[in-house]
């Protein structure tokens, strides 16, 4: 297999007639770069950036997209993955599974896999218990982006009458009044330009989040489970912004891994060119016709 370096790690490029990605082999799992072939990389970089955690070690962000598991704890959740990991090459495809979690007995592992030419991927995350009781978590799938763009959230359109039909779970430093967000009835818009910390989740049916930047929109889609449970107030879509990355995240609905069984949470990532900013709800609108985001 080929290898590249990129931001000072080991990377294995994976690309179709469309796209371009690098997976890493240094540390994760995680994927580091992902663009169109001809363009550059979306994705945040982030070589020195690292938080630490009284309960854990340091943790580097790297930027791009990694695999945690909810709920967020940082005794756990701030586990560095700072170790090489095995990749196994398949057709059109990677995997990428690191050493398993001694504090968790939990084995992440990243599938990379092309389904074709066009400007797709399918990201299949896992969650292996090696340990001898069952664990309860989120698979839980975050992606970095360089800041600078916006950020589309789709909102429920069900028609329930006289009964609510969305939620929103904002976290503590989330300023409603930031004049980065706009609010409206069909979608969240967020300007990636905030110098305080900003994030909010929901439950998602309509399944997808959109980052526009530079002229392409990113999105990304994950299957809603209607009947499941999930964390932090039923949000199976979240986000988290400040200064210097914007994340994407999907969540799994909550699941018990009985001892050496395997989760599984798949994304479908897909880039979009020529598209024009959207600065109002009608924008927005306009975009998920054309692109036929439902």
Partial sequence: MDTVNFLGLECHPLENESLKLLMTRSV??????????????????????VIDHPDSETFHFYGGHRLWHAPEEPGRTYLPDDAPVDVTPFENGLTVTQKTEPQTSLQKTIEVRFPGDSPQVVITHHLTNHGLWPVTCALWAITQLK????????????????????????????????????????????????????????????????????????????????????????????????HRFIELETLSP????????????????????????????SDAERIVVALGLE
């Fill in 147 to 242: 800041t600078g763009g916006t950020a589309i959230f789709p909102q429920i359109r069900q028609d329930t009458g006289v009964l609510p039909n969305r939620s929103l779970a904002l976290w503590p430093y989330t300023d409603m009044l930031h004049p980065s967000v706009r609010w409206g009835s069909n979608f969240v818009l967020l300007d990636a330009e905030l110098d305080s910390p900003f994030k909010i989740g929901f439950p998602n049916p309509r399944g997808w989040l959109a980052y526009w930047w530079d002229g392409i929109l990113f999105v990304k889609r994950a299957v809603y489970e209607t009947n499941a449970e999930y964390y932090d107030y039923g949000s199976s879509s979240e986000s988290y912004c400040d």
């Fill in 28 to 49: 994760g799992p995680r994927i580091l770069s992902f663009g169109f072939r001809d363009g550059e990389n979306i994705f945040a970089e982030l070589p020195e950036t």
């Fill in 254 to 281: 909550i699941r018990t891994i009985p001892p050496g069984e395997t989760a599984s949470h798949i994304e479908t990532w897909e880039l979009y060119r020529e598209i024009d900013r959207p600065r109002h709800q």
